[in-house]
C-alpha cells in the first residue's frame, strides 16, 4: 500500500454529493490540480466542525491515486486558513471565484504549481482586504504564465526587471511596483491577449 503523502491545500471549488459528502476541487503547490471525495464533509454537530469551505487551505494527506483513481480520499486535514471575509466582497467574492476557475482549468494533476498557489494566496489576502481586483488579478495570471513557461522574454533590462519585480509582488516576496492606471490596463489586456493566444482564457 502506497504510503501518505502530505501537502497544502487550497479549495477551489466543492459540489455536493449524495447527503452529506462533498466533491472537492484545488490546488497544491507540489501536485497541481486535486480532486477528492470527502464523506461526511457536510455534517455538523457538537463533536464535527465542516473544515472545508470555499478558499480555505488546509494541510492533507492522501494515498497517491492509482492510474483508475480520479477521485482521492483524504485520509486527514486541518484548517490552516480561512478567506471568509472575501464573501462581504462580492465584487471581489467573484473576481476569485473567476481566478479559481481559470486555474483548475489550466492546470494539470501531478505537476507543480508553486508559483500558480501563492499568487492565488496573495491574491485572497487582497480581496479579503477589500481592495480592488487589479493589479492582482493579472498578477496571479502572470504567475501563471511564467510557471508555465509561456512568456515570451522582455526585450530589454528595463522590461525584465519590471517582469521581476511584477512577479515578486504577485509572490508577496516585494511591494507591487507604482504603475498608472492606464498602464496596469494596458498590463491587463496583454495577459489577456497572450492567454488567448495559448489556448486559454
Not at 522582455?154 to 519585480?165: F, K, S, V, Y
Request: charged share 25%; proline share 5%; with cysteine.
Amino acid at each position: 500500500m502506497a504510503s501518505l503523502h502530505k501537502t497544502v491545500y487550497l479549495v477551489l471549488r466543492h459540489t455536493p454529493f449524495q447527503e452529506s459528502s462533498l466533491v472537492v476541487s484545488g490546488i497544491t503547490p507540489d501536485l497541481g490540480k486535486l480532486n477528492f471525495l470527502v464523506k461526511g464533509a457536510r455534517r455538523t454537530g457538537k463533536k464535527s466542525f465542516p473544515k472545508i469551505g470555499l478558499f480555505r487551505e488546509l494541510e492533507i494527506e492522501f494515498r497517491m491515486p492509482g492510474e483508475d483513481c480520479s477521485l482521492l480520499t483524504m485520509h486527514r486535514m486541518e484548517l490552516l486558513r480561512e478567506f471568509d471575509r472575501l464573501a462581504l466582497h462580492t465584487g471581489n467574492y467573484l473576481a476569485a471565484c473567476d481566478h479559481a476557475a481559470f486555474l483548475l482549468g489550466a492546470l494539470g494533476p501531478m505537476l507543480g504549481a508553486e508559483q500558480s498557489y501563492t499568487a492565488m494566496k496573495v491574491l485572497l489576502e487582497h480581496l479579503c482586504d477589500s481592495e480592488e481586483p487589479e493589479p492582482w488579478l493579472t498578477l496571479a495570471r502572470l504567475a501563471f504564465l511564467s510557471e508555465a513557461g509561456l512568456l515570451p522574454e522582455p526585450e530589454g533590462e528595463r522590461e525584465a526587471a519590471l517582469l521581476d519585480r511584477l512577479l515578486a509582488a504577485a509572490q508577496g516576496t516585494a511591494e507591487m511596483p507604482e504603475l498608472s492606471a492606464e498602464y496596469i490596463n494596458k498590463l491587463a489586456g496583454w495577459v489577456k491577449r497572450l492567454l488567448r493566444h495559448h489556448g486559454l482564457r
